[in-house]
Structures are given as C-alpha cells and as structure tokens.
C-alpha cells in the first residue's frame, strides 16, 4: 500500500487531489490502490522542518513525498538531500511542476492526479529516480525544468486513465471545487 503526503507548502494542493481521486470516476482505482495519506499533524512534524530532515523521514518511514520545491539552495536543500541519498530502493519524491495552476486550473489538476496515479500504479519501478515531476505530460512540458522518467500510459477497465478523464465528466467539476 502506498503512503503520499504532502509537503507543508502543498497540503491544500493534495485536498484537490483527493477530491479527484475519490470523484465516482475514479474512486473505484483509488480504494483499490490502498493509498495511505499521511500528514504533518499526524507524524507531529513541524512546518519548518529542514529539507534534509523531512526527506529523509520519508525515506524511512516509506512515504511518498508530494512537494512544490525543486531547488537545490544549500546542502541541506531537499534537491541535494535526494541526489546525495538516492538508492536503487529510495522512493521517488513527486514534485507539482507548476503547484498554483493545481488551485486554479481544473484540467491541470486532474492531469496532476492521473500521473500520480500511474506513477503509485507503477511505484516498483520508479524507485531509485530520484524525483518526478507531475504532470509529464505534452501540456506541461513547458513548466518543467528537467525530465527524468516518464511512466508509459497503461489500461485500466478497458480504458487509458487518459481518456477516462478527458471523456467523462466528473460530479465534483460541477461544484465549486475551490471553495470547498
């Protein structure tokens, strides 16, 4: 079973992307996946806890780290902390390309959410990266400083996750999603 949490920055960023993935299109994957959403409150970790620190709690504990940050400012930045600690076991760190376009653009969102899906689909394969980020898609590609892996798409029930999104339409796109 995957664990996620988001890093403190982009704690709301992960409440959107819970709504897509408990939306009746796309509920039924995510109970079946298991995923585990941890938080800061509940590891009683704090807001400032040094890049470092919080990465390599993660690593420990076997949690996905969602995150807005990619720089690599100092030692103890979380860009280094992966580069100098990056096993073949290490679990990859997702990085949100533009994380302020999740809030405000519906499409980028569920675009968000696919990948990560199809990344936690295909975790064994994806430790060791170092970081991904999301979404890796044409759309995005040019808010993303660097590739460095791209999941191949896959079927699910007969229908790319792709598809599945951009055909159906979801119950939470006719709320106010932003407000909630």
Same mark, same amino acid.
């Given at each position: 079973? +995957?664990?996620?949490?988001?890093?403190?920055?982009?704690?709301?960023?992960?409440?959107?992307?819970?709504?897509?993935?408990?939306?009746?299109?796309?509920?039924?994957?995510?109970?079946?996946?298991?995923?585990?959403?941890?938080?800061?409150?509940?590891?009683?970790?704090? +807001?400032?806890?040094?890049?470092?620190?919080?990465?390599?709690?993660?690593?420990?504990?076997?949690? =996905?780290?969602?995150?807005?940050?990619?720089?690599?400012?100092?030692?103890?930045?979380?860009?280094?902390?992966?580069?100098?600690?990056?096993?073949?076991?290490?679990?990859?760190?997702?990085?949100?390309?533009?994380?302020?376009?999740?809030? =405000?653009?519906?499409?980028?969102?569920?675009?968000v959410a696919e990948r990560i899906l199809e990344y936690l689909l295909d975790l064994?394969?994806?430790?060791?990266?170092?970081?991904?980020?999301? +979404?890796?898609?044409?759309?995005?590609?040019?808010?993303?400083?660097?590739?460095?892996?791209?999941?191949?798409?896959?079927?699910?029930?007969?229908?790319?996750?792709?598809?599945?999104?951009?055909?159906?339409?979801?119950?939470?796109?006719?709320?106010?999603?932003r407000s909630a």
């Open positions: 079973m +995957p664990r996620i949490m988001a890093d403190y920055n982009v704690e709301g960023h992960l409440d959107v992307l819970l709504r897509i993935w408990t939306s009746p299109v796309w509920n039924d994957l995510w109970q079946q996946m298991g995923c585990h959403v941890e938080s800061f409150q509940r590891h009683g970790i704090a +807001p400032d806890m040094p890049d470092a620190e919080l990465g390599r709690f993660c690593q420990e504990q076997q949690i =996905i780290l969602l995150t807005g940050n990619r720089n690599a400012e100092g030692e103890d930045s979380l860009e280094i902390t992966i580069r100098n600690n990056r096993t073949d076991t290490t679990l990859p760190v997702l990085t949100i390309a533009t994380p302020a376009q999740v809030i =405000i653009d519906r499409a980028y969102a569920e675009r064994q394969n994806l430790r060791g990266v170092g970081r991904l980020y999301v +979404p890796k898609d044409r759309k995005s590609a040019g808010c993303q400083r660097r590739t460095i892996y791209h999941a191949p798409r896959f079927t699910h029930a007969s229908n790319t996750l792709g598809s599945r999104a951009t055909n159906e339409r979801h119950s939470w796109l006719a709320a106010d999603w």
